[in-house]
């Protein structure tokens, strides 16, 4: 079995830790801009490849700056996404709004910053006449096929049961109106396997929508100029996971490209991914202390970090890998519940998870937080939100968001009573 090792040591963490109490998030800048080096040299066969990085799983300034360095967009899907991707110089064919159930003011936001409008239903098509009027020259789809979504070795998803994406027929339609509706350019977008780290997923995808531009492409006088196969690409959260390999990827979907678009004429369409996951989980830590073990009908060991910093272990029963900093070649002959402090039992980082023997005041390492992470943070049993760090390149670290304080949770109540 592979081991999994943090990106950082325990006296990095110590001396973070003497300026910024735990817990945090960390993040490793390196290893975020060798993700963008990696994903544009997988795609470098498409001169117009662009990566929106799906802003919902690590929406934090310093964050995006290094992606909008490394020549990154940004996808967002809220209004206050939208202000956030604007606030850090965003703006235009670098924002991909790819919402659903979107209100008037979302796509008025959008519509005003220029960003590509990825319209997730039929009649969201009217709704955007009616709430801001003017189309923009290039706009986009989100197709769901419907059924279940299958590679080689079996079934990946059931699109049939997302809520997300227009029926074939609904996407034929969508281009007619669009078309109507003064449009020039469209792309296709779709969204069908969460987290996949099959190599096959992407370059199945591409196949679908290939196909798909192939037989809308005379349809309408519509320019068909990209396909956003959108995120979906996993990460190996287990040591013994095979992680996805985004060099073959790039090469199954140039294969699909150059078996389906090429010989129909469609030469031109450039590649969009909108990836989250791929590019940050592996690049964040949740660091947290150990501040007490109970010894009961199971060994406890209770962390300052609750479900509120990383909530993926409790929604999804999640496996996150953990490290005690400091023994990590350590024999893992102790089994333990670690958990957090929350007043809900699945406030649980992991169950009966065999670690070296782990102290009061050792510091653990929840792996793979990079995305999803800190961004589903919540104040449930007022539990504050943590602060993030970035480890920058050259050693030195810098906090990119303070923890939040009673004061924070207090500012919207109204204690006139
Ligand atoms: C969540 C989301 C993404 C990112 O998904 P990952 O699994 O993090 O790659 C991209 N696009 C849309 C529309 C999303 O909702």
């Known amino acids: 079995m592979q081991t999994k090792r943090p990106f950082t040591t325990l006296a990095k963490v110590e001396e973070i830790a003497a300026e910024i109490p735990t817990p945090f998030h960390l993040y490793d800048e390196a290893g975020i801009r060798d993700r963008c080096r990696r994903l544009k040299e997988a795609f470098a066969w498409n001169p117009n490849f662009k990566e929106y990085f799906a802003v919902k799983a690590t929406p934090t300034p310093q964050i995006l700056k290094i992606m909008q ?23 235009a064919h670098d924002i991909m709004f ?29 709704f ?4 801001v009027g003017t189309f923009p020259e290039t706009m986009c789809v989100r197709y769901n096929p419907g ?26 339609e969508a281009f007619q109106k669009l078309s109507e509706y003064g449009v020039k350019n469209i792309g296709i977008h779709s969204f069908l396997v969460s987290g996949s780290t099959s ?48 060099k073959i990827i790039g090469e199954g979907v140039r294969k699909a490209y150059e078996e389906i678009l090429v010989p129909a004429g469609l030469d031109n369409i ?18 947290a202390q150990v501040l007490h073990e109970k010894v009961t009908y199971k060994d406890y060991i209770g962390l300052d970090a609750s479900a509120a910093n990383l909530l993926r272990p409790a929604m999804y029963g999640a496996y996150h890998h953990v490290s005690v900093l400091g023994k990590e070649d350590a024999p893992a002959d102790h089994t333990y519940d670690v958990t957090g402090g929350l007043c809900e039992n699945n406030d649980k980082f992991a169950i009966d998870r065999q670690l070296p ?4 005041g050792d510091y653990i390492w929840i792996h793979d937080a990079g995305a999803h992470g800190a961004a589903m943070g919540y104040q449930y049993n007022a539990k504050l939100r943590s602060a993030e760090v970035l480890l920058k390149e050259d050693g030195s670290f810098k906090q990119i968001r303070r923890p939040e304080t009673p004061e924070d949770y207090f500012a919207t109540m109204n204690f006139d009573i």
């Open 98 to 126: 790819s919402s659903n159930v979107t209100p008037a003011i979302d796509f008025q936001k959008a519509a005003e910053l220029g960003a590509i409008i990825n319209f997730d239903d039929i009649s969201h098509i009217d």
């Open 128 to 131: 955007f006449k009616e709430h």
């Open 147 to 172: 059924g279940t979504f299958e590679v080689a070795n079996g079934i990946m998803d059931n699109p049939g049961d997302a809520k997300y994406g227009m029926t074939p027929e609904q996407t034929k």
């Open 69 to 91: 360095e490394e020549g990154m967009g940004v996808d967002c899907a809220t209004y206050t996404e939208l202000l956030l991707a604007e606030k850090v110089g965003f703006s």
């Open 357 to 360: 023997e782990t102290n009061v």
């Open 199 to 246: 190599n096959e997923y992407y370059p199945k995808l591409a196949r679908t929508l290939f196909e798909l531009a192939v037989e809308l492409k005379d349809l309408t006088d519509l320019n068909i100029s990209f396909i956003n196969l959108s995120g979906g690409v996993g990460v190996a959260y287990k040591p013994e996971d095979t992680p996805a390999d985004i």
């Open 270 to 287: 450039a590649i969009f991914t909108e990836l989250g996951r791929w590019m940050l989980a592996e690049n964040g830590g949740l660091v």
